[in-house]
């Protein structure tokens, strides 16, 4: 178990003479120049970094009181390379929206923290403290200290940042406009297009995919396609007689056509009338990062939980048979897991991550990480899985 694990402690050389400076200037927000330094100073903590021998990104977050479920998502942001990068190099710096409801401070907190986690000289964990006073603003919700659900707060999460690096400070007025006569391409295009008129970021660009939802009607044959952006999919579990099921059984499961009768029965739009149709998920546009959440727990009610063993690939996810397309990119390699052990009454959350510099994988159990082998990455925790294309590194 990971709370087994001997602590890993990390060997970094002393503290460079640039973090002195770094940490002078880097309370002259709001000055051009200091912004400067600080993106030229943190540059050089991390050039340092990657020249020395010591593996980064190997610091714990302190446990606040049930924030475990907090710790596991930043975590595994934390491990995903892009956004890293984003915030250690301060490009967030040129996206910050001044106009959005919690006035930057929560993206600037989240990069705060992945600044300190990745160019901390010392292994102690550090408290996020700062940063759940800003997404306890943004989400009332995660105010206090009760156990929340670590998908959900993704979901807020990616959310409020996007909202403040949002590149469209004034959205346009939604205007209607029928595109039923385009083919579905271009429809698919042409509504992607139309969502970053409102919504475009960073988060977006690394985040964001496109599903397409098709609605057969039985009687006339007619076919209306619908066109929605997604952060993650929501994966049921498959069920069979035995205990274990695959990643590509719940992806199956989720694309499988459905069959609307009854009081479900929808309004054909060439029949103008309530039809009998079949709906079925295919993907139009694959994002950079894939979030596949295991619905592992009741929707109704939060007070069971299927601990079903679901094999997934840590290499070589290949989705392109649930490409409404035909698609080369949507292969996918596996780079971080958020587990949930235990029950809904008393669980606790962990990350398993592989770190974008060395490769090698750690268990980040609050304020301990200990290094691991892919070989257990694999498990009944797991919970919410992050995929990476294979083409981002190649």
């Known amino acids: 178990m990971p709370g087994t694990r001997q602590s890993y402690t990390v060997t970094v050389p002393e503290e460079p003479p640039a973090a002195a400076f770094l940490k002078l200037h880097v309370r ?171 919504e475009d970021s960073k988060i977006v660009d690394v985040f964001v995919g496109q599903l397409k939802s098709s609605l057969t009607c039985s009687h006339c044959g007619f076919c209306s396609t619908v066109f929605d952006p997604f952060w993650d999919l929501s994966l049921p579990i498959a069920k069979k007689g035995y205990g274990e099921v695959s990643l590509m059984d719940c992806m199956r499961l989720f694309t499988k056509e459905d069959v609307l009768d009854g009081d479900e029965k929808p309004t054909c739009y060439r029949c103008k009338a309530r039809r009998r149709c079949t709906k079925k998920f295919t993907i139009q546009k694959f994002p950079k990062i894939l979030v596949l959440h295991l619905k592992r727990f009741s929707e109704a009610r939060r007070t069971s939980k299927l601990s079903t063993f679901v094999n997934f690939p840590m290499k070589d996810l290949d989705l392109r048979e649930f490409a409404s397309q035909h698609s080369i990119d949507a292969v996918y390699n596996l780079y971080a897991v958020s587990n949930h052990s235990g029950t809904t009454m008393g669980g606790h959350y962990t990350a398993y991550c592989r770190n974008p510099s060395s490769g090698e994988w750690y268990t980040f159990n609050d304020s301990r990480v200990t290094p691991m082998s892919s070989s257990q990455v694999r498990s009944s925790d797991a919970y919410v899985l992050f995929y990476e294309l294979a083409s981002l590194h190649m």
């Open 28 to 198: 002259r927000k709001g000055s051009v120049s200091g912004s400067v330094l600080v993106s030229t100073f943190v540059g050089l903590l991390i050039d340092q970094a990657q020249n020395s021998r010591s593996v980064q990104g190997l610091v714990g977050l302190k446990n606040l009181g049930n924030t475990c479920f907090m710790n596991s998502i930043l975590q595994c942001l934390s491990n995903t390379h892009s956004l890293r990068d984003y915030c250690l190099h301060n490009a967030h710096r040129r996206d910050l929206n001044n106009k959005s409801r919690t006035n930057t401070a929560l993206m600037e907190e989240f990069a705060k923290l992945l600044q300190t986690v990745w160019t901390s000289s010392s292994s102690d964990a550090v408290s996020p403290s700062e940063f759940k006073t800003q997404i306890q603003r943004y989400a009332p919700r995660f105010v206090g200290y009760n156990q929340q659900d670590a998908q959900e707060f993704l979901r807020f999460l990616l959310d409020g940042l996007h909202n403040e690096v949002n590149r469209v400070s004034v959205r346009p007025r939604a205007a209607a406009e029928d595109l039923d006569h385009l083919p579905d391409d271009e429809k698919g295009k042409k509504m992607w297009s139309k969502y970053l008129e409102r």
